[in-house]
């Protein structure tokens, strides 16, 4: 067993590839001999490209059936063993619950990456406080076993239960960091004072109701005539179909004509959005970690107009780099648009406090140099 073996444990092969690759790449440059498991899809073979060993899994974001989480638990274990891996690093619930029970009785260090809390943790309705519930009692019985656990913001610690005998464990590294070279501001500022095109305000997120979907929308439609004019938002998404809070068809099917308010789909030229658009907008009340989208749109130079709710209220200076507002308020949305348009002379200034918040706190580098001191604890 070596603990320069890692293993990096996902449950969704597009989420891995886009998020957790960089990480992947970085701790092959610090000397890791990188595995990382995940179910099998069209990115197996994207990551094999680059040299990395990968296997597919039976641990597919779907697969709800105890059977086949009993089966991928033993198939972690055995691949852990198989390739002597000293780390196991993994990500978001499932794959979490999966590294801390096929670990029960090894020595290999197993590390429990929090990226958000998710919908049992941002609704009150009963059957959410009771899912809520048994996601607390599971992250306990998860924190037995681990030997650190990563939040991506301070508010999560509040909602584990006996959150105090897990205080050494519990470390924050803020956000899954952003590639500040990928994601830039356009080559030169925009003179807003004679701009004549209209003003884009972007939002890219999956399609669920907490995001703020419906809020932002009913938004948008009741601003005055004279800015609706002027302006587009423009949303980048698709419906999680696995959620069952996924924004419908038939609710994005209301938009197809509108010129004020664009469902514009699936996208993958996300930095080329961002540079052609004008401020970031995510009114978001899901329990996130640190939205990847926002931290896109800081490193591009955007104005960001989000929530102050856990993790959207670590990328926004109030004022500075953009308006931090009420979660689920339709009217705090209309007046922080409206704020930022009677301002708009300044936006350039707002946006590179944006991107100086990016290189500061949330760079890749800054994010993942974290993270590989941590494993030596």
């Not at 000293?86 to 260090?109: D, E, Y």
């Not at 789909?265 to 899901?286: A, C, K, M």
Request: net charge positive.
């Amino acid at each position: 067993m070596s603990n320069k073996n890692i293993l990096l444990l996902a449950h969704d092969g597009e989420d891995f590839y886009k998020a957790r690759m960089p990480l992947a790449r970085y701790l092959r440059k610090e000397g890791f001999q990188v595995f990382v498991l995940l179910p099998s899809d069209n990115y197996i073979d994207l990551i094999k490209q680059e040299g990395i060993h990968v296997e597919h899994s039976n641990l597919a974001r779907a697969v709800k059936n105890p059977l086949s989480l009993i089966k991928a638990l033993f198939e972690v274990r055995g691949f852990a063993s198989k390739h002597q891996i000293g780390i196991v690093h993994s990500f978001k619930f499932v794959p979490n619950l999966i590294n801390a029970f096929s670990n029960i009785f090894t020595k290999r260090k197993v590390i429990l990456h929090i990226a958000g809390l998710g919908i049992a943790f941002a609704n009150t309705d009963f059957k959410y406080r009771i899912l809520k519930l048994l996601s607390q009692i599971l992250f306990f019985l998860q924190f037995l076993r681990a030997n650190l656990v990563i939040i991506q913001n301070p508010d999560d610690y509040g909602d584990f239960l006996f959150k105090s005998s897990f205080r050494e464990k519990i470390k924050l590294v803020k956000g899954s960091g952003v590639d500040i070279t990928k994601f830039s501001p356009r080559e030169a500022p925009i003179n807003y004072a004679t701009l004549s095109r209209k003003l884009i305000f972007l939002c890219t997120t999956r399609l669920i109701w907490e995001k703020g979907i419906r809020e932002m929308v009913e938004a948008f439609s009741t601003l005055p005539e004279f800015l609706k004019q002027n302006i587009q938002l423009q949303i980048i998404g698709e419906p999680d179909y696995h959620n069952p809070r996924t924004v419908t068809p038939d609710y994005i099917e209301q938009f197809k004509n509108s010129e004020l308010i664009r469902f514009l789909g699936r996208q993958n030229n996300i930095p080329t959005f961002l540079r052609e658009s004008d401020v970031f907008i995510l009114p978001s009340y899901y329990r996130e970690g640190i939205p990847r989208s926002i931290l896109e749109a800081l490193a591009c130079g955007l104005p960001v107009i989000t929530t102050n709710v856990p993790g959207c209220n670590l990328t926004v200076k109030n004022g500075e780099n953009g308006l931090m507002i009420e979660p689920r308020s339709v009217s705090a949305i209309k007046t922080a648009v409206e704020t930022l348009i009677s301002q708009k002379v300044n936006w350039n200034a707002i946006g590179d406090a944006s991107r100086k918040l990016a290189l500061s706190e949330f760079s890749e580098e800054t994010v993942f140099s974290q993270i590989v001191k941590l494993y030596n604890l």
